[in-house]
């Protein structure tokens, strides 16, 4: 295993440092396109209490991608989208994408002032109910966890050892998981429930999440800032007219705080899990005109797949040659 994963690397780096990645990602045909997807940029130590692996990259590790991005590829806008969607035009050779979903603070710290050195348009999705002082729910079970007194942990959704640290990290997993599988709103229950158990967290001087105003502002600078539902629930695990309420609400507040609401969405979590074809014929029935969900793909943008269009997860562990063979349509063949 160790050996394949030698191999790969060597190959990856082959493919990068010959040139051939960018070779390669020519040849995706007419609106090939590349959606990144970012959550955040930051180092661990920044804000300890945030669960670190929403991390997608370090703020060097971000720089480098962006600097790679404007050199040999090329990174486009919403609005690009947008009129690619609506056959106005075609989108350009190596067309790149990068999306940035919940709307935490390093989005104004790292993400948006280092895309805009190499003049990058990244696109925020925001939960329109957790700019000011919004707590995730992942974050919240992370804390929980992290600070729970006790060497187990007993809930509805099974008992677990926290003896070890090791241990409190495949608790995480699991329990998260399983709130996953279940009813949502009963799953926030046990979050909130075991949130408040444990030790509380030190007050910061700064919301983990940016606030409207500042939001505002990125939107003035050309941020396109998108709904992402209004308090991110999985869709597929409340009822129905409740996912619909939410997609609609997010909208609304979005066009009341920020005065534009663009036609895009991105559905929570989004795997194949979390979405369905009701909810796509629900946002095209509200106008929505590019939604995008976490299947981890590259593909040609079309009209058909512009309502769940897949998006290249970005890693902290990602290399830059293992980024760049994620730009190409092998990608879409031969995956990770
Ligand atoms: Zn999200």
Redesign the pocket.
């Known amino acids: 295993m160790a050996l394949k994963k030698k191999i790969k690397n060597t190959l990856l780096q082959m493919i990068y440092k010959s040139g051939f990645a960018r070779v390669l990602a020519g040849f995706g045909g007419n609106n090939f396109l590349t959606a990144l997807n970012y959550?955040r940029v930051d180092y661990p130590e920044n804000r300890p209490w945030l669960d670190p692996s929403l991390i997608s990259a370090t703020p060097e590790q971000f720089e480098e991608q962006m600097r790679l991005l404007r050199r040999d590829y090329c990174p486009i806008s919403i609005d690009d989208v947008l009129s690619a969607i609506d056959g106005q035009k075609t989108l350009p050779k190596r067309a790149v994408l990068v999306t940035v979903?919940?709307g935490y603070r390093d989005f104004k710290e790292y993400i948006f002032p280092i895309a805009a050195r190499y003049d990058i348009q990244p696109l925020l999705?925001v939960?329109t109910a957790y700019p000011e002082a919004g707590v995730f729910w992942w974050d919240k079970l992370y804390w929980a966890l992290q600070n729970w007194d006790a060497d187990t942990l007993e809930t509805a959704y099974g008992n677990y050892d926290l003896s070890t640290p090791a241990k409190r990290e495949i608790a995480l997993k699991l329990l998260r998981a399983k709130i996953k599988a279940g009813d949502f709103r009963e799953g926030m229950g046990l979050v909130d429930t075991l949130y408040k158990g444990s030790k509380p967290k030190a007050k910061s001087d700064t919301t983990d999440i940016i606030n409207w105003d500042e939001l505002r502002e990125l939107g003035r600078k050309g941020v396109c800032v998108a709904a992402?539902t209004h308090s991110?629930p999985l869709l597929t695990r409340i009822p129905f007219d409740e996912a619909c309420a939410e997609i609609k609400e997010s909208q609304e507040n979005i066009q009341k705080e920020m005065d534009k609401a663009f036609p895009v969405f991105?559905f929570?979590?989004g795997q194949p899990d979390f979405f369905s074809p009701k909810l796509i014929r629900f946002l095209e029935a509200e106008g929505i005109k590019f939604a995008v969900t976490t299947i981890d793909k590259n593909v040609q943008l079309t009209k058909e797949n512009a309502l769940f269009f897949p998006r290249v997860g970005v890693f902290r562990k990602l290399s830059l040659a293992a980024f760049a063979y994620r730009l190409t349509p092998l990608y879409q063949l031969l995956g990770k």
């Open positions: 959550h979903d919940d999705f939960p992402h991110h991105a929570p979590d």
